[in-house]
């Protein structure tokens, strides 16, 4: 139960923080969705630099799973083929990159095409 109010809490804040830079963002640039670019680049940066560090368990729940879990799942997937490049496995990173990114966007797209489907 302490595992999941951790995650919980930071989630909280994470999703939050995520909108109002998201309003706030997207405000200037009607255009172009660079709120979530930015959020995106500073998720990954942030969670860059914490897993440099030497984070207790606890802090590690409640800021790179719950907090940046919630502010942009991109982090994680970043970390993920990061880590995999820099292990050079080359093939695993591939894979992880092109299931997430083709894959994410084929179920996006999936999803509108079911909404329209059934709402016409």
């Given at each position: 139960?302490?595992?999941?109010?951790?995650?919980?809490?930071?989630?909280?804040?994470?999703?939050v923080?995520?909108?109002?830079?998201?309003?706030?963002?997207?405000?200037?640039?009607?255009?172009?969705?660079?709120?979530?670019?930015?959020?995106?680049?500073?998720g990954?940066?942030?969670?860059?630099?914490?897993?440099?560090?030497?984070?207790?368990?606890?802090?590690?729940?409640?800021?790179?799973t719950?907090?940046?879990?919630?502010f942009?799942t991109?982090?994680a997937?970043?970390?993920?083929?990061?880590q995999?490049?820099?292990?050079?496995?080359?093939?695993?990173?591939?894979?992880?990159?092109?299931?997430?990114?083709?894959?994410?966007?084929?179920?996006?797209?999936?999803?509108?095409?079911?909404?329209?489907?059934?709402?016409?």
């Amino acid at each position: 139960m302490k595992t999941i109010m951790l995650i919980s809490l930071g989630a909280i804040f994470g999703a939050v923080f995520r909108w109002k830079m998201g309003v706030w963002i997207n405000g200037w640039f009607h255009s172009f969705f660079l709120g979530t670019l930015t959020i995106n680049i500073i998720g990954c940066f942030v969670i860059g630099l914490l897993l440099g560090l030497n984070l207790q368990d606890s802090t590690r729940l409640i800021v790179i799973t719950g907090f940046l879990g919630s502010f942009t799942t991109f982090s994680a997937f970043s970390m993920e083929v990061s880590q995999s490049l820099l292990a050079e496995k080359w093939l695993n990173a591939f894979i992880i990159f092109s299931c997430n990114s083709f894959g994410g966007i084929f179920a996006t797209i999936c999803g509108i095409y079911i909404i329209k489907i059934f709402t016409n």
